[in-house]
């Protein structure tokens, strides 16, 4: 199929568009030397979003997580050097699903360094998913030029693997899929989480990381610190529902 693709440039904000919603692309700033991306994919009717960020440094960019589906592979590499004139030179995954690690494979083979988890690296394997070319053992401390971030695993909650990352300078947490948007209803995909163990990593990631300015999320809107409490709220629900079936 031929794809026809605009690009909007503001001094904030640009959408990659073509006719199918697997090759849209949204780039927001954030703050700083953050932006976040966003990519899309059918379920039914239903267009759903992911988020993503990348960090802007004097070594390069950082890639949290990828886009979603192939199309937008490239043209986010192509959005970012057109627009900071530099190279991604890392991408981190948070956690095996799709909406995460889908471009491991391919910035692999453009020289990008991927890292996962050793426990996403694993669950990857056993599923046949995208898997990177470097693994994390622990919690890992990253200096990449003039920034700095940690990664946590805090426990088992959308998924056995779900990590989410910190930046102390900045106050970002960059939640992944483990952290709910304050427009989500439900816990929505629950097919590989545990949900008692759910709220206690959320707990933990909120006694270690306080008082965050920004709170990014796996999914929907992000503009939100009240993120963390609202996830919290959605599994109480989910339990007091499971007990009623």
Not at 119 to 132: F, H
Request: net charge neutral; aromatic share 12%.
């Amino acid at each position: 199929m031929k794809l026809i693709f605009l690009i909007i440039f503001s001094s904030n904000f640009y959408f990659l568009h073509s006719q199918d919603v697997s090759s849209e692309l949204e780039i927001t700033h954030l703050t700083g030397d953050f932006y976040i991306f966003t990519t899309y994919k059918m379920f039914g009717t239903k267009k759903q979003s992911a988020n993503g960020m990348y960090m802007v440094t004097e070594a390069g960019v950082v890639l949290f997580d990828s886009p979603w589906d192939t199309s937008p592979f490239q043209p986010l590499l192509d959005s970012i050097k057109k627009r900071h004139n530099k190279e991604v030179i890392i991408c981190i995954a948070t956690h095996s699903h799709e909406d995460r690690t889908s471009g491991l494979e391919y910035y692999k083979q453009k020289g990008i360094k991927t890292y996962t988890t050793q426990l996403t690296d694993s669950i990857s394997k056993e599923n046949e998913r995208p898997r990177a070319e470097f693994l994390m053992e622990n919690d890992t401390n990253f200096t990449i030029g003039n920034h700095t971030f940690q990664t946590y695993y805090g426990g088992e909650g959308h998924t056995k693997d779900n990590i989410v990352i910190w930046f102390e300078t900045e106050k970002i947490l960059y939640g992944g899929c483990l952290i709910k948007s304050i427009d989500a209803h439900d816990l929505e995909y629950v097919a590989e989480a545990n949900i008692p163990e759910w709220s206690k990593t959320i707990q933990k990631t909120q006694v270690k990381f306080k008082h965050p300015k920004f709170i990014i999320t796996g999914h929907h809107e992000w503009n939100s610190t009240k993120t963390l409490k609202h996830t919290l709220r959605l599994i109480k629900i989910h339990q007091k529902n499971a007990l009623k079936d």
